[in-house]
């Protein structure tokens, strides 16, 4: 199993409840974000996406461009760096272009404004995990922090030996394969009036 994990900018771990904060006398908590499913899409797999084209070209500047202005206190220099052991390892990930992703963590907006979802894209043999966090800047969502690693993505059979193959509960010879032998036509006989 391969396991890896990039967080760029503070991305807190995932969770499935509300979190409360104080602000003054006021508390504030994660609520659902008011997104459809094609938001949910874009924003997922452009951010994948570019992340993927910057590993393959080595080139952070459009990754970088895409986040908020608090994601860009990262240079294209530093995002490499942050994210070499992906591209050493030439992981692919252009798979999320084409599957669904399933959400774990439904997008919320999180008590500092910003959106939050996790998932994962089923396929096999890996699967891509991401959590995403995106900022608000100018009525559009920005790359805040990213979160990708690769998991086994099925189930996995238990590993058996070459010398402990299960043998069948009673030991009858197979059964014969069917015959596929042609049978001589018959001669129809005439009909008479």
Known sequence: MLALATIVGPLPAAH?????????QKATVAHPANIDRNGVLILTRSALLALDQANKTGNYTVLRDLGSPNFQTNSAAQLGDIFANQRKQALDFSAVAVLEPQLTLLPQIEPSGMLHMAGFFPSVPLQVNFELLFEPVDRQWKIYGVSVNLTSGG???????????????????PPDAPSIAVQPKKKAKPVKP
């Open 16 to 24: 499935a409840q509300a979190k409360e904060k104080r602000v003054g």
């Open 155 to 173: 189930p996995q059979a238990p590993d058996t030996q070459a010398g402990e193959q299960p043998k069948p509960a009673d030991s009858a010879p």
